[in-house]
């Protein structure tokens, strides 16, 4: 119970400050788009997580992906063909349902997406920063960034604090997140995680890494971890895996001091004197 009052609390939180973002920023389709799809489409660059919008309404009609892209889960739960055979190429991943999206914006980035298409190249056809191959650098840099022995630079949170992932941390990660071991192949690999991380559209991510966003030469390093991680791959040649045994065996040792002072009170305060009591 105590655990889901307190999921509950952060929920609550979190739909605050995506009530406070709304509230102050305004709804140009562009500026919408860049922040809330750009993570997972491109127009005209390829696949990322989603498919590719260019010409989308070539494929589909207006009214129907208006209708999508206001409840994607609904209409996939409808049972709807096209909408099946979407979420098989995008390997099982459904579309979340973007906060503040409302049936004009969902029209005005259709228009959005329109215009885009008709151009020789869109500012929207995919960032390039992803293009480098991953070092083994990378996955060490990623690793400390993922568990937080390096801060992020824009002072975000630490991944671990929310996600747990293969054999990481001795007290494993937070719970809050999914388990991020698969996550690198569920999204789509390289290009689509980078442009993902660049921007997260997770709803509890999101507002969180836009005011302390991951910079961009710290993506790539945390692709590599994530890819390393999915592929069982672990190069384990740093001491900071050590040192954060060694603290979690400090904290586990604090604790136990702690349970034995509070029981330990206990027994001799209520149970003594009442079994004493029992006995006279
Ligand atoms: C977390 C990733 C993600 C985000 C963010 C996202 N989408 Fe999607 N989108 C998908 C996926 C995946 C699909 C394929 C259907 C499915 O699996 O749910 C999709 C499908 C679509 C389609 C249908 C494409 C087609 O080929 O018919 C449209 C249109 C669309 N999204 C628009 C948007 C818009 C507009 C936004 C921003 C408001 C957005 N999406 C945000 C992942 C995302
Ligand atoms: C405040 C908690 C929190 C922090 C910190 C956090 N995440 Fe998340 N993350 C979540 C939650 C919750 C989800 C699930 C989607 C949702 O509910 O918003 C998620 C989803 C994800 C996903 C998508 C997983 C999938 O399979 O769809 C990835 C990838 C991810 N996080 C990576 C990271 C990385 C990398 C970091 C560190 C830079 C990080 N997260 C930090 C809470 C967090």
Known sequence: MKNIFSINTIISITLFINVNSFLFSQSDPEEFFEK???????IGGGRLTGPDLKDVEKRKDAAWLEKFILNPESVINSG??????????????????????????????????????SKEKSRFAGSTFADRPLTEEDYMIGNELFIGTKRLKNK???????HEIAGEGFL???????????????????????AWLANPSSETMSPIYKKHPIDEDEVLPLVAFLKNKAEGKDIVSDAHDFNFMIFGFIGLALCLVLFDLAWGNRLRAVRKPMVKGELS
Do not use: W
Request: hydrophobic residues 35%; positive net charge; contains cysteine.
């Open 36 to 42: 809330n799809c750009f993570s997972c489409h491109t």
């Open 80 to 117: 709807d063909a096209y909408a099946s055979k979407l979420l098989k190429e995008a390997r099982g991943v459904v579309m979340p349902k973007v906060a503040n999206l409302d049936q004009s914006m969902s029209r005005a980035l259709l228009k959005f997406i329109r215009e885009e298409s």
């Open 156 to 162: 975000g949170p630490s991944c671990i604090s929310c």
């Open 172 to 194: 494993g990660g937070g719970l809050l997140g999914p388990d991020l071991t698969e996550a690198y192949g569920r999204l789509g690999g390289k290009k689509a995680i980078a």
